[in-house]
């Protein structure tokens, strides 16, 4: 039960540096001078780096570079207004260089959860949370030589120097005005809650819930994590004999979250929601489906799913506690669950392409949570 997360975030970074991170620049801000003589350029980076240029960019043409000082932590430039162009729109970056190696190294002790469910990290370099990650605390501990000791279940954030950071009480872990359930309604089952964490492309960050009778996706506002969590599904019917929820019309909507992936950005935004009803939860094939939500730019949802993957719904999972979805780059998804001893009906990793035809199917492979992700240009698949 207990689980460390100790290079999970790093290696989610990218690849480590001669002393400890693969450096960038994030937290990036100009000021102009009051007499508009100078711009001030402010960044901060996460570690030392070989070499720091600040370009200023007229469309994809350069018209100034600057170096910048490469200390860890924060920076500042100031750039003489004259050496710029009059009159002209620009746009500006900060290139961070580093020294090449193999393989990422350990920054500092690591972060250790009781039971971490999900973690994300936001490596878009142009939102203003780059380098941010987060994990969900799904259990409850007292054991101090935990970081969620003191909070207990709830999201925890830390910024790109893994420094956590801290709510409104002045400790770790947001809960969001949520209420997070230890068990199953009526039952001795653990429900695990907050389940997965993810971030899309355009970084909204979205968490769900493995408890009963609520929405089982939420959106977390990143510039004000003390805010309560928004709930997705909205104007549900719920269905307290079987777990589910249904929209107006009696058509499911969602039920308790397993595990969640997304895909895309802005309007082209899709949610695909592995979901267990109350026979899943008793580890029956039946209790289990997968659907997808064209969910875009809209912040909730509240009619029926827009699809159900039929090839992985109703068979194949069978425990609740270690299914993960990963979309790939071509419309189709990755299902994955823990199984210690896969065979054909319960199978540990299966791909469903953009047809939603099964097109692949493992029953050697022995996986034990079932986590799986690609890298940010889909060249390389970790599980």
Request: hydrophobic share 35%; aromatic share 10%; charged share 20%.
């Amino acid at each position: 039960m207990k689980r460390n997360l100790l290079m999970a975030l790093l290696a989610m970074l990218g690849a480590g540096s001669a002393s400890a991170l693969n450096p960038y620049a994030y937290g990036l801000n100009a000021t102009v001078s009051d007499d508009a003589g100078s711009v001030e350029v402010t960044y901060n980076l996460n570690d030392a780096a070989e070499s720091v240029t600040i370009a200023f960019l007229n469309g994809t043409n350069t018209v100034l570079t600057v170096d910048g000082t490469t200390d860890a932590g924060p920076n500042t430039a100031y750039i003489i207004a004259s050496d710029l162009p009059k009159d002209t729109d620009l746009s500006w970056k900060v290139i961070v260089n580093g020294t090449v190696v193999a393989s990422p190294v350990q920054h500092g002790d690591g972060k250790r959860f009781y039971h971490p469910a999900g973690v994300d990290v936001d490596v878009n370099p142009a939102s203003p949370y780059f380098g941010r990650a987060y994990v969900t605390e799904a259990m409850l501990t007292s054991n101090s030589t935990y970081e969620s000791a003191t909070t207990g279940q709830g999201v925890y954030v830390f910024d790109p120097t893994l420094k956590p950071l801290l709510n409104a009480d002045g400790n770790q872990g947001f809960k969001g005005g949520m209420t997070p359930t230890q068990k199953f309604t009526g039952t001795t089952t653990n429900s695990y809650d907050p389940r997965r964490i993810r971030i899309s492309k355009d970084g909204r960050v979205f968490v769900t819930r493995q408890s009963v009778g609520v929405s089982p996706l939420f959106e977390i506002n990143p510039a004000d994590l003390n805010a309560d969590f928004t709930p997705v599904f909205k104007d549900f019917v719920f269905n307290s004999e079987n777990w589910e929820l249904a929209d107006a019309d009696g058509n499911f909507m969602a039920a308790p979250n397993c595990g969640f992936a997304l895909k895309g950005e802005g309007e082209n935004l899709k949610v695909a929601m592995h979901s267990a009803n109350k026979n899943g939860a008793a580890y029956a094939y039946g209790g289990f489906r997968c659907d997808e939500y064209d969910l875009g730019t809209a912040t909730e949802w509240t009619t029926a799913s827009s699809r159900k993957f039929d090839a992985i719904s109703g068979k194949y999972a069978i425990n609740y506690m270690g299914i993960n979805l990963e979309y790939d780059n071509e419309g189709g998804i990755w299902f994955s669950q823990y199984r210690g001893t896969p065979k054909d009906t319960e199978p540990a990793l299966v791909h469903v392409n953009a047809e939603g035809v099964e097109d692949y199917k493992n029953t050697t492979i022995v996986l034990r949570q079932g986590a799986i992700r690609y890298n940010h240009d889909f060249t390389k698949l970790a599980i």
